[in-house]
């Protein structure tokens, strides 16, 4: 499990920002009958950790020696700057299972991608699961080489989750495909044929009009 340190932390509301600006982030710890203890943690260690266990995974979190299993769950980012300016952790039951979102990594090589030129689609990109926290992925890898034609996919169903594991998505879901390439050309040439025929249309009602206008002939002598 990846450890992280964190230390207690007393100050709140504006004065957050002081944290901030000297390179740690304010966080909170809290959990099902689990006091709430404000935190303030490294940036650049946090930065670590997540690129490493992600928020799927637990998390060692060394509260100044008293260490807690938690999990990420919430991140608040500066919309500005991006960067993060909060974390929240969840003091995860080691008994009780967990529901959250893993994301799916694909990998290998499409030939409907290679030799047929089509375009990967991605419908998915996290998983949701519920599992006891150890037995929590930290990430769930879609191999892409079934994709043989435009008519092959990969649905939920056949992902290669651990048995551990429940999967809440609908098992017929579609996770990845292949589309064909656009025709072009085709496209284009059907485009300008219903422009032109748009066009015959107008100057047929046209003349039409021009024809219930045109004043009659008097045929009274």
Do not use: C, W
């Not at 959250?100 to 047929?116: F, H, I, R, Y």
């Not at 809440?168 to 300008?192: M, R, Y």
């Not at 039409?208 to 206008?213: L, P, R, S």
């Amino acid at each position: 499990m990846i450890s992280l340190k964190a230390k207690v932390r007393t100050e709140k509301g504006r004065k957050n920002s002081k944290t901030r600006e000297s390179g740690r982030i304010p966080a909170v710890v809290y959990g099902h009958k689990v006091k709430n203890v404000l935190l303030d943690i490294d940036y650049k260690d946090f930065q670590r950790v997540l690129r490493e266990a992600g928020e799927s995974s637990l998390i060692e979190l060394d509260i100044e020696g008293d260490k807690k299993s938690v999990l990420v769950h919430e991140i608040q980012k500066d919309p500005v700057s991006d960067k993060f300016i909060h974390i929240d952790f969840f003091q995860a039951s080691l008994t009780e299972e967990v529901q959250v979102k893993v994301p799916l990594v694909l990998e290998g090589e499409s030939l409907a991608v290679k030799d047929l030129g089509g375009t990967l689609v991605k419908n998915i990109s996290e998983l949701e699961v519920k599992a006891l926290a150890k037995n929590l992925p930290h990430e769930i890898r879609v191999s892409i080489e079934p994709l043989k034609t435009f008519e092959d996919h990969i649905l939920v169903k056949d992902l290669n989750v651990p048995k551990d594991v429940k999967v809440l998505a609908k098992p017929d879901e579609i996770v990845v495909s292949v589309s064909a390439p656009a025709k072009v050309e085709e496209d284009l040439a059907k485009e300008i044929e219903e422009k032109v025929e748009d066009v015959e249309k107008v100057e047929k009602e046209k003349k039409a009009e021009d024809v219930v206008d045109e004043p009659k002939e008097d045929k009274k002598q």
